[in-house]
């Protein structure tokens, strides 16, 4: 472990360059059969940073980057901090509309993308005046390997701050418009920080599999970096793959979304492959539902931590589930010094055990939203001493042991002839219907209730379960607002690229089907 984490700051590319010394040869990334240790690491990173530096980019300046995970797109990413640029990541699954307008918000000054998101892009050729770069070498930009500086070059040093934007995520957008969402630099340092006392360093293998544009990827790529360990990174998620990888590269550690562990657990061959060198999987970005952890404990050696935070940083609960076998229906208790409270629709604080929205402050949060100070201030809360929280926009309550219970997001909540209904409530309950294997329940229009709530169903192979069936089995099991006034069976649901559900287009798919109630 590097002793620069002592200090009460420093960047990422300080502590690369100290592995680059310290253990030059020790492998930092493992993809798609390159290995890329410590020394060549940090090479490249100057090379990107001087070529950056040469195109005129320094401190206060934004570079996009769109693209699937691959070396280039790490070596491109780390390098611009090191130049002190910041990044901003964007979904490469997105519209042509929707990521044109993340770039232009952003104010990025150059593009790399790959061929995948140039076709995307094809509808806005002539409309998204900015110099592109293809990580891939295709004739999506100028060609990445040519663009770039000598392998000798290096790069004057850059003068970050604190404050420095490090990088800029854009919100997933399964609720609404994508927000931009800066993160400074002394953001991402208390997050190593945070992070030290997790098992990762030298020893510590860790598995990458979900694109690198979301922060939860970010949060599991970075600190293991910060702190010296090996990185085995996934170009594109597959559950067999993972396992394979996991097998032959001893994997210590991994954070996943709750679909991927299931995906991996419903594996035919799952059990065959020795997984003993796990020491924990983290997970994160979604509802994890208690019978999976129970399972996952049952059947995958290692611990089992589970995350609840924001990338806006409205403090971090941690659940050990193997420590806490009684709370698996819980997020856990926040970690210390994160402060995490809960108040009412008028914003006033709430008595311990009330449930309502929760808010946080703690060392990771966020400067604001890009260009949009009154979104920034709606999610925004002061206590009487003038502390500043952040508003999550999720519901739920803490025990009486201090744990939290989730309900739901606040804008998925249906109201049903005036009574709240939390979809994640009725999710649990069809759940543990034998033919479902997975489930998505959200609020469509209903001119006699307003709202009501139908369901999403993925049937279990071989099921031939009918919606009539699985409607009569839940009555009894949910309360008369809660019951589904329809199901639709479908073969997968619309997913974003960390795994959340992407409850909006499924109420677009429902009023587009002309269907009413």
Not at 65 to 78: C, E, I, K, Q
Request: glycine share 8%; proline share 6%.
């Amino acid at each position: 472990m590097t002793d620069l984490l002592d200090q009460d700051f420093g960047t990422l590319s300080d502590l690369l360059r100290d592995h680059a010394v310290r253990q030059p040869a020790h492998p930092a990334i493992v993809c798609d059969g390159k290995v890329l240790d410590y020394a060549a690491l940090d090479r490249w990173l100057d090379r990107m940073a001087a070529t950056l530096q040469r195109e005129g980019l320094g401190v206060g300046d934004v570079v996009a980057m769109s693209a699937a995970n691959s070396v280039a797109y790490v070596v491109a990413f780390l390098g611009a901090l090191r130049a002190g640029v910041a990044v901003a990541p964007l979904a490469p699954d997105m519209t042509a509309g929707a990521l044109a307008a993340m770039v232009i918000d952003s104010g990025a000054k150059l593009l790399l993308l790959d061929q995948g998101v140039a076709r995307a892009l094809e509808p806005l050729a002539q409309g998204l005046n900015i110099a592109r770069v293809a990580l891939d070498d295709s004739s999506a930009g100028a060609a990445w390997n040519a663009w770039l500086a000598a392998p000798d070059a290096r790069p004057e040093p850059a003068a970050v701050a604190p404050d420095s934007v490090f990088n800029i995520i854009y919100s997933s957008g399964t609720t609404g418009t994508p927000k931009g969402i800066v993160l400074p630099h002394e953001f991402r340092w208390a997050q190593f920080k945070l992070f030290r006392p997790l098992g990762y360093g030298k020893e510590a293998v860790v598995m990458v599999s979900l694109p690198l544009y979301s922060n939860m990827t970010l949060s599991s790529f970075l600190p293991p970096l910060a702190l010296g360990s090996t990185i085995v990174l996934m170009t594109k998620f597959d559950a067999g793959q993972f396992v394979r990888l996991s097998a032959r590269h001893r994997v210590t550690h991994a954070m996943m979304v709750p679909v991927q562990i299931q995906r991996i657990l419903a594996l035919p061959d799952f059990d065959k492959y020795d997984l003993s060198s796990f020491k924990a999987k983290s997970c994160a970005s979604a509802a994890f539902p208690a019978a999976l952890k129970k399972e996952t404990l049952a059947r995958w050696p290692g611990e089992l931590i589970e995350y609840y935070g924001m990338t806006e940083g409205c403090g971090v609960c941690v659940l050990d589930a193997r420590r806490h076998p009684e709370k698996l229906h819980t997020v856990g208790h926040p970690v210390a010094g994160h402060d995490m409270r809960v108040i009412d629709e008028e914003g006033r604080e709430l008595p311990p055990g009330s449930t309502g929205e929760i808010i946080g402050r703690c060392p990771t949060m966020m400067q604001g939203y890009l260009n949009q100070p009154e979104k920034t201030r709606e999610v925004e809360w002061f206590d009487a001493q003038g502390n500043r929280f952040i508003r999550s926009g999720d519901v739920g309550y803490f025990d009486e042991d201090g744990f939290l219970v989730l309900m739901d997001r606040t804008k998925d909540m249906i109201i049903s002839g005036g009574f709240n209904v939390y979809p994640s409530d009725v999710e649990a309950v069809l759940r543990e219907h034998p033919e479902v294997a997975e489930v998505s329940v959200t609020g469509v229009p209903s001119a006699r209730w307003g709202e009501s709530p139908i369901g999403f169903v993925i049937r279990r192979p071989g099921s031939n379960l009918t919606a009539q069936e699985l409607m009569t089995w839940s009555y009894p099991k949910l309360n008369k607002a809660q019951r589904l006034a329809a199901v639709q069976f479908v073969d997968e649901l619309p997913r974003n690229g960390i795994g959340k559900v992407l409850k909006r287009a499924l109420r677009d798919r429902w009023v587009a089907s002309g269907r009413t109630l």
